[in-house]
């Protein structure tokens, strides 16, 4: 019989440990890499997609009571500064301004009329005080001729009675030539109170009748029209509103813990949704709100009410845009967007300090020449009804 000689098992090399091997090398090497990159990039960005575009929507409103006869914008619509938006009916603007204007012109020929008097009662009082030395002259020479009885009693009580007239007829002169000055010293009929008064009337009744017309305070695009033709309107009454485009700016809500590497000038890379990755905006922290939306709200969160819950609030962060960015690729407000904020510069002012910005102001342009032209309507006036009448001092 042949025994059996056992034979030693030979161990098959696993497959699995080169793998494993390679795997926690990989898992490694990502590990190494993503810690680098956030001690050498992460750390210094912090992003959020809970920012939106924001701008001015200044509201367009009548500043009188009247009824809608033209509009010539609409929603969409893109127009300047100056531009005519809304016609009122201007029928009882028209009428007041008429009847302004002859008030004015009457008002200074009734000055001039004062100035008038004032000269002829001058010469009035010249003339009572003339006759006054006349009558003490008379009555000197009555009383010399009255010693030798050449004059009677009774002509000497004639002329006492005479200067006592004379007398009295210059004090009264004198006091209507005061009352007279009172009204007329140290004006001119241009500057007079009378027509002071009568010109701002007037230039109430024309500014009145310019807001007739409602023109477009600053450039920008029609939103939310909700006047109609016919309609009767009131002073203050949101009819539409402008949307100046070009001067738009992103309000980028961070969560607080965001908050503390960032500073005012910061670095802002930008891209929106509606052009995606494709298109990169550059801007610049400008500055953080100051409060939470929740601080400001209707109902703001309290304990003691009981709707309080303990969740990490957020903080609009201001961010400038380029406005030649924005120029090329238009934006909207509202509009969605994706921020990422470059932080290395921790030297800079904190959110804290921020100041005023010296960012060009927005200025209205409807009513910066009514009351100049109204200034000039008044002179006319004044100058038609204006004759050669010295001035006093």
């Known amino acids: ?11 098959v090399p696993s497959r699995r440990r080169p793998a494993l091997l390679v795997l926690t090398f990989a898992l490694l090497v990502i590990c190494v890499g993503l810690a680098a990159w956030w001690f050498l990039v992460g750390r210094w960005h912090e992003t959020t997609d809970d920012a939106y575009v924001a701008g001015n929507i200044v509201q367009i409103t009548p500043q009188i009571a009247s009824t809608v006869t033209a509009i010539y914008a609409d929603d969409t619509d893109t ?14 603007a028209r009428v007041a301004l008429d009847q302004a204007k002859a008030a004015l012109a009457q008002t ?3 000055v001039r009329t004062l100035y008038a008097t004032g000269d002829s009662l001058t010469a009035i009082v010249a003339q009572r005080e003339t006759d006054l030395a006349r009558a003490k002259e008379d009555l000197r020479r009555r009383q010399d001729l009255g010693s030798s009885g ?10 006492r009675n005479s200067l006592k007239a004379a007398e009295a007829a210059v004090a009264t002169s004198r006091e209507q030539l005061a009352s007279n000055r009172v009204l007329t010293d ?4 241009a500057n007079h109170p009378n027509v002071a008064r009568a010109a701002a009337q007037l230039e109430q009744a024309y500014l009145t009748y310019r807001r007739t017309t409602i023109t477009a305070p600053l450039a920008g695009q029609i939103a939310k029209r909700g006047v109609q033709v016919g309609a009767r309107v009131a002073p203050g009454q949101a009819l539409m509103a402008i949307v100046p485009l070009d001067s738009l700016w992103v309000e980028a809500n961070f969560k607080e813990g965001q908050l503390h590497n960032m500073r005012l000038g910061q670095s802002v890379d930008l891209t929106a949704d509606t052009y995606g990755s494709s298109v990169h ?25 009981g709707n309080w819950i303990k ?3 957020r903080l609009p962060v201001r961010i400038a845009l380029d406005a030649k960015q924005v120029a090329e690729h238009p934006l909207r407000v509202g509009l969605s967007l994706q921020v990422d904020v470059d932080v290395h510069d921790a030297d800079a002012a904190p959110l804290a300090e921020a100041a005023i910005a010296a960012r060009a102001p927005l200025l209205s342009r409807s009513a910066d020449d009514g009351q100049k032209e109204a200034e000039q309507l008044i002179k006319q006036i004044v100058a038609a009804n204006l004759g050669a009448v010295p001035a006093r001092h």
């Open 108 to 110: 200074v020929r009734e």
């Open 150 to 159: 050449a004059v009677s009693h009774e002509e000497l009580d004639h002329a």
């Open 311 to 313: 969740i990490v609030q």
């Open 186 to 189: 140290h004006t001119t009929v």
């Open 79 to 92: 127009v300047a500064a100056g531009a005519v938006l809304v016609e009122l009916d201007r029928a009882d």
């Open 1 to 11: 019989m042949n025994s059996a000689t056992p034979v030693a098992a030979v161990p």
């Open 281 to 305: 905006y550059v801007g610049k922290v400008i500055g953080v709100g100051a409060g939470t939306g929740s601080a400001f709200a209707l109902l703001p969160a309290q304990n003691a009410t």
